[in-house]
């Protein structure tokens, strides 16, 4: 059975820092190129960032770049996102995604609310 739980969500002041995490399990993670997406209130679901499925390449959004970092743990089947210098237009449920060829799966989401 597939799973990916998402964690590490939770309320942060703007200018704060969060780690999440994502375990995988029922597939060949190590296979799998990994994302993080998010969805505002009202608003579509947006890629946030990725990394290949050998963790040498990696593309964020344009919002995110420079203050989001997205790695994997192949032998801990974990991908995660370092969120610093958050601000509240990154208020969002953010979910892991696995994708390889026409196989692909989410999470759940984590809710992340930037706010003072």
């Known amino acids: 059975q597939v799973q990916l739980v998402e964690s590490g969500g939770g309320l942060v002041q703007p200018g704060g820092s969060l780690r999440l995490s994502c375990a995988a399990s029922?597939?060949?993670?190590?296979?799998?190129?990994m994302s993080w997406y998010r969805q505002a209130p009202g608003k579509e679901r947006e890629l946030v960032a990725n990394?290949?499925?050998?963790?040498?390449?990696?593309n964020y959004a344009d919002s995110v770049k420079g203050r989001f970092t997205i790695s994997r743990d192949n032998a801990k089947t974990t991908v995660y996102l370092q969120m610093n210098s958050l601000k509240p237009e990154d208020t969002a449920v953010y979910y892991c995604?696995?994708?390889?060829?026409?196989?692909?799966?989410w999470g759940q989401g984590t809710q992340v609310t930037v706010s003072s």
């Open positions: 995604y696995a994708r390889r060829a026409f196989n692909a799966y």
């Open positions: 029922g597939f060949t993670f190590s296979s799998y190129a």
């Open positions: 990394i290949r499925s050998g963790g040498g390449s990696t």
